[in-house]
């Protein structure tokens, strides 16, 4: 698979890593009173689609940036490549 | 039709025209005490023990494609019981004995070969984890020989035992372990399942549950609604699939897992070797062919096809321990789709809907698996209370902490 960096242009998916789905950028707030329910779901339970995924990349041969891949999980086309930091702020995620 | 050693030879004499179908494929009855959910080598499993150990019947296997044609005909057909865990290994020790057994209780030649599995050592610090790994073995009931450089090199001469990254400092050998036919598995325990009055139906794809009140009570499939008194899930590889239907989200990841074939080469590895620290391991099956594996691709997918790189990685790491597989060709390369848990080790259990259960989150592990599998989850459906060896399989372990965790990897289903 060829991953095309939005700062490197494509790029051999080799040279990332892998860390899975994209909702883990949205930490639970540990204050919260049902935090733990929040965290278990968080941690251990997926959507695992067939089809349309988005994922977490981190170019860790590379520049070290975390990506949010929009790939196939029956064809892995990849449709979609963004910048997590970009992705995180425009979602609203403060840190 | 019973088979036997006067069978053949009968049969071979009058032109071979007394042999029938080994099951037979039925159409769906309107309803039934038992649906399960997926016609692989588990599903047929648990069929077979539920009619047979259990008393039950008016049971149906639904298999959306043909039986055998999953996971349990693309596995590498090792079997074994190598485990370190208090959770894991009493469940897999029982499975390697319904293995022992499994001929004979089926009376179908599924090729069960104890050809032996040998994990090999390359550090200090290995050495004492496996023999940690070897006492837990021994202490539930398995075998388990420490080897030491000189005894695995007397059988495996062509072993590259001065690697200058992984020397070969000895291995762990559970000699009970070795291989099995996969398919005959599946065709075998259909057989038995058949004769015990199961129903198996093919080409028959689940698409919904009938639930009311939150009682499953059927399920929807592409050739009508079945009602059903108990359902249950035997899916591994496609769980999240077929239970987001029930509105379940799964502690599953699913990922492919790729395997690979040489040409058909003359008796050169007698039995199991595993080479954990590149990640590969291998053996020859009947046919002259050697079977090898290693990691999983690493990315969510349902395709059932990997990519190159980890085609690399896997015969690096075959060429690090295995110089003279370099000659050897590759012939035959497939992927499945791997239920990968969030601790590594497998889920049977009920769910939130009363009547609906489920059995997955086999990880690559699930082949050696499939009797005791098929075994506990039958002791589930029919008694409603866990096997004693499959007691720490549950759905909350991944809330209340009590994670399975064989390699330590924590929850990242890609590293298990």
């Not at chain 2, 070969?168 to 325990?189: E, M, N, P, S």
Request: hydrophobic share 35%; glycine share 12%; proline share 4%.
């Amino acid at each position: 698979m060829i991953i095309d960096h939005p700062l490197l242009g494509p790029r051999d998916s080799a040279e990332f890593t892998y860390l899975g789905d994209a909702s883990l950028i949205h930490r639970p707030d540990w204050e919260a009173k049902d935090a733990i329910s929040q965290f278990a779901e968080y941690g251990y339970q997926r959507d695992n689609p067939a089809g349309t995924h988005r994922e977490l990349w981190f170019h860790e041969q590379g520049d070290r940036s975390w990506l949010v891949v929009t790939r196939s999980t029956t064809t892995h086309e990849i449709t979609q490549v963004e910048l997590a930091r970009d992705v995180a702020r425009r979602e609203g995620r403060s840190t | 039709m019973r088979y036997s050693g006067f069978k053949v030879i009968k049969e071979a004499l009058t032109g071979h025209r007394g042999w029938g179908p080994a099951w037979r494929d039925r159409d769906p009855a309107s309803a039934y005490d038992y649906i399960i959910i997926g016609g692989g080598g588990h599903g047929l499993a648990t069929a077979y023990y539920l009619a047979k150990v259990y008393g039950q019947s008016r049971i149906a296997v639904l298999e959306k494609g043909w039986i055998g044609g999953g996971n349990v005909g693309r596995n590498t057909t090792i079997i074994r019981s190598n485990y370190l865990l208090d959770g894991n290994e009493p469940f897999y020790e029982f499975s390697l004995q319904l293995w022992e057994g499994l001929e004979q209780e089926l009376n179908y030649n599924a090729m069960v070969s104890q050809r032996g599995i040998l994990n090999l050592i390359h550090t200090d610090a290995q050495r004492d984890a496996f023999i940690r790994r070897g006492n837990a073995m021994i202490l539930n009931g398995a075998d388990a020989d420490l080897l030491s450089t000189a005894q695995i090199k007397a059988r495996y001469p062509f072993l590259n035992t001065d690697n200058a990254r992984f020397p070969i400092k000895g291995g762990l050998a559970q000699h009970r372990g070795g291989t099995v036919r996969h398919d005959a598995v599946a065709w075998g325990y259909a057989r038995g399942a058949d004769q015990l009055g199961v129903d198996i139906i093919q080409n028959c794809e689940v698409t919904g549950f009938l639930i009311e009140d939150g009682t499953c009570t059927g399920v929807e499939t592409t050739r009508g609604p079945i009602k059903a008194g108990k359902v249950a899930s035997c899916v591994a590889g496609s769980s999240s699939r077929v239970m987001e239907k029930a509105g379940m989200r799964l502690p599953i990841e699913s990922h492919v897992l790729q395997a690979f074939v040489s040409e058909g080469l003359k008796p050169v590895l007698s039995g199991v070797i595993t080479f954990g620290a590149g990640h590969f391991y291998c053996s020859q099956s009947d046919k002259g062919g050697l079977v090898f594996g290693g990691d999983i691709d690493g990315y969510n997918s349902y395709a059932q096809r990997g990519n190159l790189p980890v085609v690399e990685d896997v015969c690096e790491g075959g060429m690090a321990i295995f110089p003279m597989l370099g000659r050897a060709r590759l012939l035959r390369m497939w992927g499945g789709i791997m239920d990968m848990s969030m601790d590594g080790s497998p889920i049977i259990d009920r769910t939130h809907v009363d009547g609906l259960y489920f059995n997955g989150g086999w990880c690559y592990g699930g082949f050696k698996a499939t009797p005791a599998s098929g075994y506990v989850y039958a002791h589930l459906l029919a008694t409603d209370t866990p096997h004693p060896t499959a007691t720490a399989y549950r759905f909350d372990r991944f809330s209340t902490g009590h994670m399975i965790d064989e390699k330590g990897m924590g929850n990242q289903p890609n590293l298990h």
